[in-house]
């Protein structure tokens, strides 16, 4: 029989290339918030891939950008310390995007942090596009990162070649130990997914500016036991969750309640039905909006609010 493998696998990218979809489909379950915003991701998640002969930790990334925030500062080490301490780097190009500066500067960012750190290609989104396209930017992304480096199409949407990318990751992976006992497919606490499953549902079809100003800290959860004796249940019947979304201007905090408070009823009935999945219980959520002036800048702030 094979030996096991396991080993810690990083996707990196423009925005929007499909790297927190992908890690999501490959895992199985939803461990990662998804969004067309660049700096969606805020903390480093691990997702876990078990197999019989191997696991592997995928660890989704902020992406790496030019920072002009202490906020941004801070994701971008985050990210260098992931980069050196992974197995494999996944590259990915969306396959109906050109490759551009953006792709460039990302991997010479990679061979700068992690020289020693094996580099894979994975063209995403490849459901969106004909079969000569995918060829091409096979051809293009192979070409990019040079003959070391394979190079595999996937769609995450439809689960087109995400067991050949499984395989491809594992076969890159030394023979080791599992990290996480089977059947665990995050090791992030369930106070943070529900932030961020919140600050998902905030951030869906907002302007531009919002996203780098958003954050959002649990302040409460707790469990209301069932009144009802006779009921069978291992746990509460209903959690209550509390928690404050942050903005850091006045217009901003107008943009995420809406009008007579609409806009914030709707991100708590998304948000809800995430966090209901994520527990296995009713939820009920209780949110509120409040301005922490520039809280990006600030030091203080920043580490009130877990960064």
């Known amino acids: 029989m094979a030996e096991f493998r396991s080993g810690f696998v990083c996707f990196v990218g423009r925005p929007n290339t499909g790297k927190s979809t992908l890690t999501n489909a490959l895992v199985g379950e939803k461990i990662a918030i998804t969004s067309n915003r660049p700096q969606t991701t805020r903390h480093t998640i691990r997702g876990i891939v078990n197999r019989d002969d ?32 992974v197995d494999v780097i ?27 750190t ?6 995403t989104k490849i459901d969106r596009v004909t079969p000569d396209k995918i060829a091409a930017q096979l051809i293009a992304l192979s070409e990019l990162l040079g003959p070391d480096s394979e190079v595999v199409p996937v769609s995450a949407r439809s689960g087109k070649q995400l067991d050949v990318l499984t395989d491809v990751l594992v076969s890159l992976m030394e023979p080791g130990p599992a990290f996480y006992p089977d059947g665990e497919l995050t090791d992030e ?41 006779t009921a069978e249940s291992d746990g509460p019947t209903m959690v209550d969750v509390h928690a404050i979304l942050y903005a850091e201007r006045d217009s901003q905090k107008g943009i995420i309640i809406g009008h007579r408070g609409s806009r914030l009823k709707e991100v708590g009935t998304v948000a809800r ?17 409040k301005v922490a002036k520039d809280w990006q800048r600030d030091p203080k702030q920043l580490g009130r609010m877990g960064f």
């Open 118 to 123: 094996t580099v894979l290609g994975v063209v």
């Open 54 to 85: 191997a696991q592997l930790i995928l660890v989704d990334t902020p992406g790496l950008h030019r920072p002009r925030t202490l906020l941004g500062q801070r994701l971008n080490d985050l990210v260098r310390d992931t980069y050196s301490e």
């Open 90 to 116: 996944g590259v990915c190009v969306p396959a109906d995007e050109a490759i551009g500066p953006g792709d460039r500067w990302i991997l010479s960012q990679v061979r700068q942090m992690a020289p020693r």
């Open 273 to 289: 039905a995430q966090i209901e999945k994520l527990l296995g219980t009713k939820v009920y959520l209780d949110l509120h909006v």
């Open 189 to 229: 606490p369930e106070e943070v997914l529900m932030a961020e499953f919140i600050r998902e549902a905030a951030l869906e079809g907002v302007r531009d500016e919002l996203p780098h100003s958003l954050a959002v800290v649990i302040e409460e959860i707790i469990p209301r036991d069932t009144d009802d004796a």
